[in-house]
């Protein structure tokens, strides 16, 4: 049956009411998780975050029920396996019995030098990557289920990277980067590409359970693990921008809110770019030039 827009409510209140979520973060006390984790509090969420450190966790909780109006609160976990996944799913199912949001955004980075890569900078991050994604939005799959319908469907977002898309070499120069000069992140960006192509896939067999499942790629934005960028090549990262500026909260915080607002139920399997059209521009900036 065909809706016109007569009968439709297209006020802001209505499609970007976040009230009613019930969210579990991975990866959600610091960085781009906290971020994630801060904007559905402000907006009336009950919010779960989890990662290894209880110390992180339990300041970060304390800071975003300070702010409220939503709740916040936190399991410590760490997704290194499929144990550790099936562990962190049991905690949440003591918590609550339905899940709107799930962002899968735990991750880590490994770099070294391509001739002595370690093995296990490429086990680390293809589980906690990818498998990890794989086997928390499978143990979750009844809590996404819970109450999701063809107009109102749960939401699954993973956090992927620009790594994942981009192709260029990853070995850093002189002028330094995300990683110490001479070395690379030569399993991250497979990783992350395993990440888009998962969530494609798993967009595929979650939308006929009314669970959408959309992927972002971050570009630069503050978080520990840029934080080595940040403190050492600033201007070359910002060189990169169009805009001159890297990412910030609200950039993140505003994407995550529609892909999981009323207003994103009929989007699913996209893989965003947010990079302030850095990548697709391939821009330099000119006073950079010549050392770039």
Avoid at 242 to 253: C, Q
Wanted: one cysteine or more; a positive charge.
């Amino acid at each position: 049956m065909a809706h016109s827009s007569t009968a439709a409510d297209l006020s802001v209140s209505n499609l970007f009411n976040f009230k009613q979520h019930v969210v579990l973060i991975t990866g959600g006390a610091t960085g781009l998780g906290e971020m994630a984790a801060q904007a559905f509090v402000q907006n009336g969420s009950r919010v779960i975050i989890a990662s290894r450190k209880k110390g992180e966790l339990e300041k970060t909780t304390s800071r975003l029920n300070s702010l409220g109006p939503g709740k916040c609160e936190y399991v410590v976990a760490d997704l290194k396996d499929k144990a550790g996944c099936d562990a962190l799913v049991a905690e949440v199912k003591k918590k609550t019995d339905r899940l709107t949001v799930l962002v899968n955004n735990s991750g880590a980075t490994w770099g070294a030098p391509y001739d002595d890569f370690p093995e296990s900078g490429w086990d680390k991050l293809m589980a906690l990557n990818v498998k990890a994604i794989y086997y928390t939005t499978v143990g979750l799959h009844g809590l996404l289920t819970k109450g999701a319908t063809a107009d109102f469907p749960n939401r699954v977002i993973n956090i992927a990277s620009m790594a994942g898309i981009t192709t260029v070499d990853v070995t850093v120069g002189d002028e330094g980067g995300l990683a110490a000069p001479g070395s690379g992140t030569f399993s991250y960006g497979p990783s992350k590409a395993a990440c888009i192509h998962l969530s494609r896939t798993q967009a595929s067999k979650l939308m006929p359970h009314h669970i959408t499942v959309n992927c972002i790629c971050p570009g630069v934005f503050p978080s520990r693990m840029t934080a080595y960028g940040f403190e050492t090549a600033l201007d070359t990262l910002s060189a990169g921008q169009p805009s001159g500026r890297v990412g910030k909260p609200e950039d993140f915080a505003g994407l995550v809110l529609y892909l999981s607002s009323y207003g994103a139920g009929h989007v699913t399997g996209n893989v965003i770019e947010i990079d302030g059209g850095s990548t697709r521009s391939g821009y330099r900036s000119k006073k950079r030039n010549e050392k770039l």
